[in-house]
């Protein structure tokens, strides 16, 4: 089994009590979130043997809680979301004129918002693992689905 065939997720929970209402377009967005890392990820928490893992994300008092465990593992890693606030405000942003460009714009119009919106779910995403640093390894795709789930609890419908 290589490395990143033993480390990976083979479920996530999202905390219920956490996720706030969300639209259509963002519901989409975190089931096809949560497909992609499931079919594709390397997730390495420190200490841990081999997986595969289980991951629940909740958000208590604006802290991630990534509860995780695996065969002979069971950590809970706590993160404050202060750093991630501007980004994901500035992500949400970007979000709402995609999806409305996405039904008003031209393609060139839509490409360019979208560009904006992967630049700054990349800049999320390479904090993400900034933060995980020392505490769970990941790769890029995978921090960017991570993401895209930590958004999914502050989206207000």
């Not at 921090?143 to 989206?155: D, G």
């Amino acid at each position: 089994m290589t490395e990143k065939a033993a480390h990976r997720l083979q479920s996530i929970e999202l905390d219920e009590d956490s996720l706030s209402a969300a639209s259509r377009d963002q519901e989409q967005e975190r089931q096809v979130a949560i497909f992609d890392l499931l079919e594709d990820n390397y997730f390495e928490p420190a200490g841990a043997e081999a997986g595969p893992y289980d991951v629940k994300i909740a958000l208590v008092e604006n802290r991630l809680v990534m509860a995780i465990s695996g065969p002979g593992y069971e950590q809970t890693h706590v993160l404050s979301l202060s750093p991630f606030r501007t980004v994901i405000k500035d992500y949400f942003m970007i979000c709402e004129s995609y999806y409305a460009a996405i039904r008003n714009s031209t393609p060139a119009q839509i490409e360019a918002i979208d560009m904006g919106r992967r630049g700054l779910h990349n800049e999320g995403s390479a904090l993400l693992q900034a933060r995980l640093e020392g505490k769970v390894k990941t790769d890029l795709d995978t921090a960017r689905r991570l993401f895209t789930l930590i958004c999914a609890l502050h989206w207000r419908g």
